[in-house]
């Protein structure tokens, strides 16, 4: 088990924004894990959709991208195939892997920045498709240290969102999918990524989508209508590209981002009577800040 004192985790966040960790620890088994659970830790993904405070977080912060990232095809038949995918995977080696094992319906992942466990939790997807649509059981570790599989119809699976933090720390899943052309597969993976390329800012650091998109709306049509596109406060600035998403553009903080989300949050009350609600999750002590 790997075990990093006073870590940075501007280091493994994807806005490259945060203070330091008192332990990072990375398990490499569910035996490692096990004892962990009792001091309750904070559980670190891949750094995506995740602003980590200056201040940093306190006690032991668990990031199973080490140990947990197995990725195995259990069964094929009759034209499906049963995949257990780790926590700790990348999302884009997933659907990497299915392309090469000739597997359809995780197209939709190739561009989504994080790991599988992550992805769970929020229910991570695009217009393509989501975690729900693949997901057939969850593996979780419960604070006793038990473990035990969640069926999908138990997962509380919802818009950006599910119960599954609720349940424990989620160690991995057992997806179902269904047997394509590669080919296909592979032109629909090549057509999601130009278009990810075409209206994401990926030259900055960022958390990808800031706010979760209202029923009927995008979330960056009324952030660009309050006129906030290339807002900015310090070092974090509202995309030119796609105003949904927080950039760093060097030496951005957490209050900074803090500070700019709630102003995205004003005025876009104020132009179109719509309260957004934030996709991104704030870890760590930001009451120095006043960050709510």
Request: glycine fraction near 14%.
């Amino acid at each position: 088990m790997i075990v990093l004192e006073r870590e940075p985790l501007w280091k493994w966040t994807t806005l490259r924004i945060g203070g330091p960790a008192d332990r990072l620890v990375f398990p490499e088994s569910p035996e490692e894990l096990a004892p962990l659970m009792e001091r309750r830790p904070f559980i670190l993904g891949g750094g995506s959709n995740l602003l980590a405070a200056d201040a940093g977080i306190r006690g032991d912060v668990v990031c199973l991208a080490k140990g947990f990232a197995r990725v195995e095809i259990v069964q094929r038949r009759g034209g499906m195939a049963r995949v257990y995918a780790g926590a700790g995977a990348r999302l884009a080696r997933l659907a990497a892997a299915c392309y090469r094992a000739g597997l359809t319906g995780m197209e939709f992942a190739l561009g989504i920045p994080g790991l599988v466990g992550g992805a769970l939790i929020m229910n991570a997807g695009t217009g393509e498709g989501e975690m729900k649509d693949v997901v057939e059981r969850v593996t979780v570790m419960e604070r006793g240290g038990a473990q035990r599989e969640i069926a999908v119809d138990e997962c509380g699976f919802a818009y950006r969102a599910s119960a599954l933090a609720a349940r424990g720390v989620v160690t991995g899943a057992f997806l179902r999918l269904g047997e394509g052309e590669r080919e296909t597969i592979r032109q629909t993976m090549r057509r999601l990524q130009r278009a990810r390329l075409a209206a994401q800012p990926l030259d900055l650091p960022s958390a990808g989508s800031v706010f979760k998109n209202p029923p009927g709306e995008s979330a960056w049509r009324l952030i660009a209508q309050a006129g906030l596109r290339g807002a900015r406060v310090g070092g974090a600035q509202v995309s030119e590209k796609h105003a949904n998403f927080i950039v760093n553009t060097g030496g951005a903080t957490a209050k900074d981002v803090v500070a700019l989300m709630e102003t995205i949050e004003r005025r876009v009350k104020a132009t179109s009577g719509v309260t957004l609600e934030r996709e991104i999750r704030l870890a760590g002590d930001f009451s120095a800040d006043g960050a709510r």
